[in-house]
């Protein structure tokens, strides 16, 4: 009983350590709940959310898609991590997570950053950094040094609270509008090259051992 009814079909990975609010922020997300007790995921968990995408610089008709976004959880514990990372390839898009009274998930930041870029689909996936429980008076992280990590990172950075909501919506229209525009650069890229034929020549960037190739391709 597939539903087949939309455009695009986009993947989302939350990742980050165990306890950060993974799976708090995505039920957060897709009920509006928050749950105070803790219950540790077990290899991975998905949901869906179906929306009406519409590009942010558009507004006919026709820039309006359809999304079925699936959002994977991924369990923080290290004993899941082989099998957890067997989902990254499959991500178009990354939320990584660290809580922000937890200094030791923050230093876990680089790492999972790294974990990432070995796995995903590209060496420079879209990711978002969120330091989530900003509802918590006992911080262990500061703003101002989240944003540091994050621009020496190269990725946005967004606060959030899974308990009260605050900027959970944002964080993951962010994420979804970092994927769209990568999407639609790599059609008009297509499209470009069909024009041209084959004696187009390849972007300097563009790498053209045929491994690397593969894994520079579009994610879908
Ligand atoms: N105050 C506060 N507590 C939160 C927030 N998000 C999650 N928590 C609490 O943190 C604990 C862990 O949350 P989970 O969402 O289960 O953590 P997780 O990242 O999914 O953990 P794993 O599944 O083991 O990887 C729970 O007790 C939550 O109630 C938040 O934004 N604020
Ligand atoms: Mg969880």
Not at 2 to 11: A, Q, R
Not at 19 to 29: A, N
Not at 112 to 132: F, R
Request: include cysteine.
């Amino acid at each position: 009983n597939l539903d087949t009814n939309y455009d695009f079909l986009i993947k989302f990975l939350l990742l980050g350590d165990s306890g950060v609010g993974k799976t708090c922020f995505l039920h957060r997300y897709t009920d509006k709940e928050f749950k105070q007790k803790f219950i540790a995921t077990v290899g991975v968990d998905f949901r869906l959310k179906k929306l009406v995408y519409e590009f942010p610089e558009e507004d006919d008709e026709d820039s309006k898609k359809k999304i079925h976004l699936q959002l994977w959880d991924t369990a923080g514990q290290e004993r899941y991590r082989s099998l957890t990372k067997a989902f990254f390839r499959d991500g178009m898009g990354f939320l990584l997570l660290f809580d922000l009274s937890s200094e030791t998930s923050f230093r876990s930041v680089r790492q999972w950053l790294n974990e990432i870029k070995e796995q995903a689909y590209s060496e420079e996936p879209d990711i978002v950094l969120v330091g989530n429980k900003s509802d918590l008076d006992s911080r262990d992280v500061s703003t101002a040094e989240a944003k540091k990590l994050a621009d020496e990172l190269k990725i946005p950075y967004v606060e959030t609270s899974a308990a009260t909501g605050e900027n959970v919506e944002y964080a993951v229209g962010h994420l979804l509008d970092l994927v769209m525009k990568r999407m639609r650069d790599y059609v008009s890229h297509m499209e470009q090259e069909d024009n041209q034929g084959s004696s187009s020549h390849p972007e300097p960037s563009q790498r053209l051992d045929s491994e690397t190739n593969k894994k520079s391709s579009c994610p879908c």
